[in-house]
């Protein structure tokens, strides 16, 4: 079993609508959750981190964690085209305090 | 405030041929790792360092040196230069649970 595992995509979206993206993880004892953005050519850039069950919003994201399911996701709001990008999920694992990186899942926002 | 600088963004390799890929901090982070990217396969650990003196391998080592003299500079050396290692490559710190902050990367090629 992958460490986190992602759907590669492409999901598209139409502006304006809720992208949901999904991420399963194996380490059941990971404690740190993370999403990245990162533009076609770019690095990179934290936009997302959690710790604890539930949800945590930051304007128009949302990190959703179940450990008791080992499943993070990122809801984006009013979705924007300025939001097509590859969204990485990362986890932190207890075994090693090592971050994981997901392959990533493509978003394209339909204006 | 830089944040995290590498150098060179491109560059083109022939086989055989070393080089050395550099990368700088001024965010006084212990924390440094170098990652790299395939197309459609994810960010993967090369090295990793968790202060000067200190340096580790991470999952895909084979093929690369590291050094970490300073808290600021975490430079990752190829020696002999093979068509596998075409990849972007993106070092990255880490203060605390919060996550890292990429460099803009460096797109190697090796012909």
Redesign the interface.
Known sequence: QKEVEQN?GPLSVPEGAIASLNCTYSDRGSQ?F?W?RQYSG?????IM?I?SNGDKEDGRFTAQLNKASQYVSLLIRDSQPSDSATY?C?V?TNRDD??I????TRLHILP | NAGVTQTPKFRILKIGQSMTLQCTQDMNHNYMYW?RQDP????K?IY?SVGAGITDK?EVPNGYNVSRSTTEDFPLRLELAAPSQTSVY?CAT?AG?????????TRLTVV
């Open positions: 590669s740190s993370f990245y770019k690095s990179p850039e934290l981190f710790y990485l990362a932190e090592k971050i990186f997901g392959k990533g | 990652y459609g396969m994810g960010l650990l990793y991470g993106f880490q649970n919060y996550g890292y902050t990429f460099g803009s990367g």
